[in-house]
């Protein structure tokens, strides 16, 4: 017989072991899910950053390729401390400027600029203020030494204290932070740093020497590349940015007014490329920044613009405003004195024609709807208005560009005045559209209007048009300022014909005969005799 106690100890046994294999089992199986968590954890991670790693190769690839120069730039900065770098390097030159060569590096570092003009500006800028206050150190040294040991610490503490806190102060000044803001830093620096180093230095000339030409060693290096590498000019890039803008206007004048008068039938929601040409426009409005840096009041000398051409041929006359592109040599079609202020006034006139454009769009996308009569009545005179205009703003934009004389444009400025003169005919035509019947049909129920809603809908529905003719006058307005202030840059800047104007002259002039030659001839003959 079995015992009952031997079989509920097996059965206990085995619901034991049972029961170990099944916790096991639980406990094998959460901590494959804890290891398979972990795991899609660090995948997710991964992904993400690999995700966010390829974006910025692509924001990257695309700013490198918007601009190809700003590669060229950061390749040129690199050469300019590899060139700098070796006067630290190689020992013959570094025993002939010593450990001071690091302040050449740094020089490259602060000083090069994307433009030529900034990097001379600059340049020139650090090198005055080095000069400056090298100088002013040493001769506050010397005094402070010729008045014993006693007062030379007191003298050079006063002198850092009330020369610092001076300089310092004129940055808060509008006209010093705007022009000389670079210099009174660096004058700072170098004053405290010469004062401060003397007084334990027994050779303080020789410091303050080694400290200005290092200066102007990494000064000259910036120079040199920023000019013969690839130089990019900004007289230049000011010149193609006005350009630019005035073609822009020109394309979204042309389709803010064909898309308000076309039919709605032919237009497309989905044009996305039409609506990008009527919004070039806003890449004007937000030119002003650019522009200001590009023709930026930069310290120190005014005409130092020479010293690049004329080898260090500054010349101390009376204080004028100067900027990058004043700054840098003869390049291109733009030589010295070129009248870059006169760029800043066509942008400026830019600006003001793009802010009507602007106003423009956004009455024409108004919801406030023409009435259809008056509008057909006003199509075609405004179609032409803007037509014309933007034949103006081309023609100009071609001038400046290629800096020539267009004879055609005073057809076209004609044209468009008598466009103008069509449109103020046309509206005093305008027929006024007729009263909305009393009774309003709806879906549910009819309603009267009020007189109040009878007399002041067809003036809004009149109104929109009005506002979007009276603009396309001010846009005409605005555009012979423009043609103005361009005609006053060629006579500036003493653009030359074109070749077709040649031609055509060469054609148009009167040809001699022999008979008229041979008289001419005789009656200059009299003249040197007599």
Not at 233 to 251: K, P
Request: proline letters at 3%; one cysteine or more.
């Amino acid at each position: 017989m079995v015992n009952e106690g031997e079989v509920s100890s097996g059965k206990e046994c085995k619901v034991q072991i049972a029961g170990d294999h099944g916790s096991k089992e639980v406990q094998n199986r959460s901590e494959r899910g804890l290891v398979s968590r972990i795991w899609l954890g660090f995948a997710g991670l991964l992904s993400g950053f690999m995700s966010k790693l390829s974006k910025l190769w692509r924001n990257v690839c695309g700013v490198g390729s918007e601009d190809p120069r700003r590669v060229c730039h950061c390749l040129k900065v690199g050469l300019a401390l590899t060139v700098v770098s070796l006067f630290y390097y190689m020992r013959p030159l570094y025993e002939s400027i010593g450990s001071n060569a690091m302040w050449a590096v740094l020089t490259v570092v602060v000083v090069f600029e994307y433009t030529v003009g900034a990097t001379l500006a600059k340049g020139l800028n650090r090198v005055a203020g080095t000069f400056l206050a090298g100088a002013l150190a040493i001769g506050v040294h010397w005094v402070a030494a010729h008045c014993g040991e006693t007062f030379e610490a007191a003298i050079l503490r006063t002198s850092v204290f009330l020369l610092a806190s001076a300089a310092t102060f004129s940055r808060f000044i509008p006209i010093v932070k705007q022009r000389f803001d670079y210099g009174a830093m660096i004058f700072v620096l170098t004053f405290s740093l010469v004062s401060v180093s003397g007084y334990r230095v027994e050779e303080l000339f020789e410091l303050a020497h080694h400290r200005f030409s290092t200066v102007v060693l990494g000064t000259a290096i910036c120079m040199l590349i920023c000019i013969f590498v690839r130089p990019v000019w900004a007289g230049q890039d000011l010149h193609f940015l006005i350009v630019r803008n005035l073609e822009r206007i020109s394309d979204s004048l042309d389709e803010c007014v064909l898309k308000y008068f076309e039919d709605d039938k032919t237009l497309i929601d989905g044009d996305e490329e039409r609506w990008k040409r009527i919004l070039k426009y806003k890449s004007a409005l937000n030119t002003k920044g650019t522009e200001d840096s590009l023709v930026n009041n930069y310290p120190i000398f005014p005409n130092c613009l020479q010293l690049v051409s004329g080898f260090l041929k500054c010349v101390f006359a009376r204080s004028v405003q100067a900027n990058f592109a004043r700054w840098e040599p003869s390049h291109g079609q733009f030589r010295f004195q070129h009248p870059w202020n006169q760029y800043l006034k066509i942008g400026a006139l830019t600006r003001s024609c793009a802010y009507c454009i602007e106003a423009l769009n956004s009455s024409i996308n108004s919801e406030i709807h023409a009435h259809e009569r008056a509008k057909k009545h006003l199509s075609n005179v405004c179609i032409r208005l803007s037509s014309h205009s933007s034949v103006v703003l081309r023609e100009l934009t071609v001038m400046i560009k290629t800096m020539k004389k267009s004879s055609s444009i005073e057809i076209s400025i004609g044209e468009m005045g008598s466009a103008v003169q069509e449109l103020q005919h046309a509206m005093k035509c305008l027929p006024i559209p007729p009263l909305l019947p009393l009774l309003v049909k709806s879906q549910t129920e009819i309603t009267e209007l009020s007189p109040a809603t009878q007399a002041n809908t067809p003036l809004m529905e009149v109104l929109n048009l009005v506002t979007i003719t009276s603009l396309l006058v001010e846009i005409s307005a605005r555009i012979e300022d423009i043609v103005d202030a361009v005609n006053e840059l060629a006579s500036m800047t003493g653009f030359t014909e074109s070749t077709i104007d040649e031609k055509k002259k060469q054609q148009n002039k009167p040809v001699m005969s022999d008979d008229q030659e041979v008289q001419d001839k005789n009656e200059l003959k009299i003249l040197q005799q007599a």
